[in-house]
């Protein structure tokens, strides 16, 4: 595995060019999360103890580029003492430039600005099930794989379980595999209300005045030696609140249905002789 060192990460992009980047993303969103919206960040405390490697944060996903930005953010503002807040953007000038985040090839290949956050530290992945909006089914490319284990090995890694923008989407099981095979700490994150605040890319803002919230949670405790990929990803929707039991529509659509039954019967008995 490629070894980062004081001039460039384990990619080879250069330290100084990333530091910028990630400036420049920072200037350009903060209003978006400490101004028009208030972002409302919980849990960073759980993140101060960490080490600087091998570490996994698993989240749920309502924009392309809003969710990520604002992380860059929290990891940033961590990096530099301030817990639970943005509110001192001096923090941008002293980045954590040692975490990457695993973004879908298709998304962050398009436009001037998805490449802006690809040399920040994306790590793009080709979708084995889905592309350009129609299912496929290929086989996983093990080099993509091998990059994923590479940031770990470096730094901290940001993943997307379910690998879409849709709320209760089936998690994937490669990430689950990685988190058996590599055995990283795994910190779940929880955010809210990005969706509202903003479109789908992440880019405008729909409304003012929203306050997303983005909550890190304790590491999970995963017995590695006896929980199979399985568990381990039950375990991850469960932490990011993304199972069914989370899902008050849901909820909802089935106590409607059941009531109709229950009205159903109820007018079969009437009808009986």
């Known amino acids: 595995m490629a070894k980062k060192n004081i001039f460039t990460d384990a990619f080879g992009n250069l330290y100084i060019l990333k530091r ?68 001192n953007p001096v923090y941008l000038l002293n980045p954590k430039v040692d975490f990457y985040y695993v973004a879908a090839e298709e998304t962050v290949n398009k436009g001037i600005l998805a490449r802006i956050f690809k040399m920040a530290g994306a790590i793009t992945v080709k979708r084995t099930w889905r592309t350009a909006g129609k299912n496929v089914n290929r086989v996983v490319d093990l080099k993509e794989v091998d990059n994923i284990m590479k940031a770990l090995d470096n730094g901290w890694v940001i993943t997307f379980p379910q690998g879409t923008t849709s709320a209760f989407a089936q998690g994937r099981r490669g990430t689950a595999k990685l988190v058996k095979n590599q055995r990283p700490i795994v910190i779940p994150i929880k955010i809210d209300g990005f969706r509202r605040a903003f479109d789908k890319k992440g880019l405008l803002i729909k409304v003012t005045g929203v306050e997303p919230t983005m909550e890190f949670k304790k590491p999970l405790e995963i017995d590695y030696d006896h929980e199979n990929p399985q568990q381990i990803l039950n375990k991850i929707m469960t932490a990011i609140e993304q199972t069914e039991e989370f899902n008050l529509l849901h909820e909802y659509d089935q106590e409607l249905k059941a009531k109709k039954e229950a009205e159903n019967l109820q007018k079969q008995d009437n009808i009986e002789p």
């Open 20 to 87: 910028f980047v990630i400036f420049l993303v920072g200037v350009v969103s903060y209003r978006r999360f400490n101004g028009f919206n208030k972002l409302k960040i919980s849990g960073t405390e759980n993140l101060v103890n960490l080490p600087d490697s091998n570490v996994l944060f698993v989240a749920n996903h309502q924009t392309y580029f809003a969710d990520v930005a604002a992380m860059y953010h929290v990891f940033c503002a961590v990096n530099n003492g301030f817990l639970n807040t943005i509110k």
